[in-house]
């Protein structure tokens, strides 16, 4: 089943056909989880395995997105999103995008239909951690109205071995 959704056309799916050809987004299933954990090993330095994407996939309320090239059978998927909604509370698991296909709208498409299938569940808020020093993610939840709502001071450590905050973010959807 393809998610084209109309109200997003100007934006994220526009974005995305043009910069890397005719993307669109699947429900992630099992059959997705080991090539996600790969694609979640090149976006982040702690990454899940498989295995801990099926346990969290398989909890009551958790969904997620794969996006992919249309027409490029056996290509690796562009990114994926992983998201719970508990009693009309959502959250963001993950988000991870191949580094091929960052800053051409595959993000932006993701979230895109995390909250169409949020507004579909009748969702009240979703919410999300991001790391102080990713501007590129904040701009993006920044431009789809996430405000800061808390902060995790040292909550994640770099490659370096600084250690920066997590800011938790939230979106009202009513």
């Not at 699947?26 to 330095?45: C, G, I, Q, V």
Request: glycine share 8%; with cysteine.
């Amino acid at each position: 089943m393809y998610w084209y959704l109309p109200w997003a056309w100007t934006t994220s799916f526009l974005e995305a056909l043009v910069r890397t050809g005719p993307v669109v987004c699947t429900p992630l299933t099992d059959d997705d989880l080991d090539t996600a954990a790969e694609l979640h090993s090149e976006a982040f330095d702690h990454p899940w395995s498989g295995d801990e994407l099926a346990s969290l996939l398989g909890q009551a309320g958790s969904f997620g997105f794969v996006a992919r090239r249309v027409g490029h059978a056996g290509e690796p998927p562009l990114g994926f999103v992983l998201a719970r909604n508990t009693k009309g509370e959502a959250e963001i698991l993950t988000i991870a995008v191949a580094p091929r296909a960052r800053r051409h709208g595959v993000g932006r498409l993701l979230m895109d239909h995390v909250l169409q299938h949020l507004h579909a569940e009748r969702a009240e808020s979703l919410f999300l951690e991001v790391d102080e020093e990713n501007t590129a993610a904040r701009r993006l939840y920044e431009r789809l109205r996430f405000v800061e709502a808390g902060r995790r001071p040292a909550y994640y450590r770099q490659p370096d071995g600084r250690r920066t905050s997590a800011l938790t973010l939230k979106r009202s959807l009513r």
